[in-house]
């Protein structure tokens, strides 16, 4: 499949930076020797003092007597072998080439020096020799991934890219978590144009080095702008791969252009895919918060049961508020007044002198008429201090209010009217708590609201 040149870039610079920052230096075997005091002239200390010495490390030796003798394992101690191997062990990380001085005869270790003289920054001189050591690697060990990863930047720095994927394909088949080898088979996916192989190579790493999410999702992200990547990605998720959901989760809250984000989960949902509903709900938000209602609500009317724009939505508080948009009913809690809504129930308390909003839900009702209706319960207080609702546009206008009666009325139930002018595109439908001064504040129970227009 073909795909933009440019985003091909994007995608090759992105794993390349990343290859480069992981990269070795190749700095670390011409750091300074170091200075390092040994107390004790015995088995440990002679020994340590000796090895750290061959490595080239500045030693100086404190102990009481100018001599140690002693007969038991002194062929051991003499030859070093268990020693060297622990003191190779201990700086390989630090110093591979001087883990190397002290244990040659480890292919591990021999793959490491290998691996620290390919850095960014090596020499043609480094490279060949990292060459050497890489292939006495496996001759040691056949198993040494790092060394084949060695050979084959080698040979790409050298100008034979061909070979260099044989060797990194061979260094994959014996092991998929290696995290260079993988950030370089996405490279050179992207490099040859090959956006599925890519999103595959993509896809192991993920899978074995879940950490790596940091760096891959914001990759990932930005280049599904791409329509022929963000087909393909879609694609990948609709196959439920493990880290699938939390990557759906991150392009919903994080993606640079959440009209990009929207238009991956589309597809995705389009394809037989699943978008967890709280991903639904923060997409919806970022659309929102970005300035583009319309196409949060585009987005918010195709990803579920059918929603129409001219009425409201869940009439009987029958959705999870955890997962709400602002296209659904939003409990609002703050200053001691407290609203949640749970078993189809809107539930408030509100302490004396305490006023503001309780609920809101955002609409996009066309130009007309509509009335607004609904049922309470426990609402007992005297007139002046009953609840009410209005709709407010965008910009703060008021479009009229809906007093809510005492429950003891009308058996509960209440009824008005708004009318909405073409001026206003975007409302809230907001229920809103008088300040009291009456000692049990205001609370009570709403378990049916519903706008609609009037015919």
């Given at each position: 499949m073909k795909s933009n040149n440019s985003r091909r870039d994007v995608l090759k610079l992105a794993s390349a930076a990343t290859f480069a920052a992981?990269?070795?230096?190749?700095?670390?075997?011409?750091?300074?020797?170091?200075?390092?005091?040994?107390?004790?002239?015995?088995?440990?200390?002679?020994?340590?003092?000796k090895y750290l010495r061959r490595a080239g490390v500045n030693v100086t030796l404190i102990d009481a007597g100018a001599n140690f003798i002693t007969c038991p394992f002194s062929n051991t101690v003499l030859g070093g072998f268990g020693v060297?191997?622990?003191?190779?062990?201990l700086v390989v990380k630090s110093d591979p080439v001087r883990a190397h001085v002290l244990v040659p005869y480890d292919g591990r270790i021999t793959a490491a020096a290998a691996l620290a003289l390919s850095g960014p920054e090596a020499t043609p001189a480094d490279r060949r020799r990292a060459s050497t050591l890489a292939l006495q690697a496996l001759r040691q060990d056949p198993t040494a991934v790092t060394a084949l990863s060695v050979v084959g930047i080698n040979t790409e720095f050298a100008g034979d890219v061909r070979g260099a994927r044989r060797w990194f394909r061979n260094a994959q088949t014996l092991s998929r978590r290696d995290l260079q080898v993988q950030l370089w088979m996405i490279e050179d996916a992207v490099r040859r144009g090959d956006i599925p192989d890519a999103l595959r190579q993509y896809?192991?790493?993920?899978?074995?080095?879940?950490?790596?999410?940091?760096?891959?999702?914001?990759?990932l992200a930005a280049a599904s702008d791409e329509p022929g990547i963000r087909g393909e990605l879609a694609r990948v998720l609709a196959?439920?791969?493990?880290?699938?959901?939390f990557f759906i989760d991150y392009v919903a809250g994080n993606a640079p252009d959440p009209k990009i984000a929207a238009a991956l989960l589309t597809d995705l949902r389009r394809g037989g895919g699943t978008v967890p509903a709280p991903a639904r709900a923060k997409m919806v938000n970022a659309l929102v918060k970005g300035g583009s209602v319309e196409d949060a609500w585009t987005y918010y009317a195709a990803a579920g049961p059918a929603?129409?724009?001219?009425r409201s939505r869940d009439p009987k508080f029958a959705a999870d508020p955890a997962d709400a948009s602002p296209f659904d009913w939003v409990p609002i809690d703050g200053g001691g007044l407290t609203a949640n809504i749970q078993d189809g129930v809107f539930d408030f308390s509100v302490p004396p002198s305490v006023g503001g909003p309780m609920l809101q839900q955002v609409q996009l009702l066309p130009p007309g008429t509509y009335r607004l209706t609904g049922h309470s319960a426990g609402i007992d207080q005297a007139a002046g201090a009953l609840p009410f609702w209005t709709l407010r546009c965008q910009n703060?206008?008021?479009?009229?209010?809906?007093?809510?009666?005492?429950?003891?009325?009308?058996?509960?139930?209440?009824?008005?009217?708004?009318?909405?002018?073409?001026?206003?595109?975007?409302?809230?439908?907001?229920?809103?708590a008088r300040p009291s001064e009456v000692i049990s504040g205001l609370s009570g129970q709403f378990d049916r609201v519903e706008l609609v227009p009037v015919r």
């Open positions: 992981l990269a070795p230096t190749g700095k670390s075997f011409a750091q300074a020797a170091g200075n390092v005091v040994v107390i004790g002239g015995g088995f440990g200390g002679a020994t340590t003092a060297a191997f622990s003191l190779g062990q896809d192991i790493t993920l899978r074995v080095l879940p950490r790596m999410w940091e760096i891959l999702f914001p990759v196959k439920s791969p493990p880290w699938g959901p929603r129409d724009r001219r703060g206008q008021e479009l009229g209010r809906v007093e809510v009666s005492a429950s003891s009325v009308a058996n509960g139930n209440f009824t008005g009217t708004f009318s909405v002018p073409a001026s206003c595109a975007t409302q809230t439908l907001v229920l809103t």
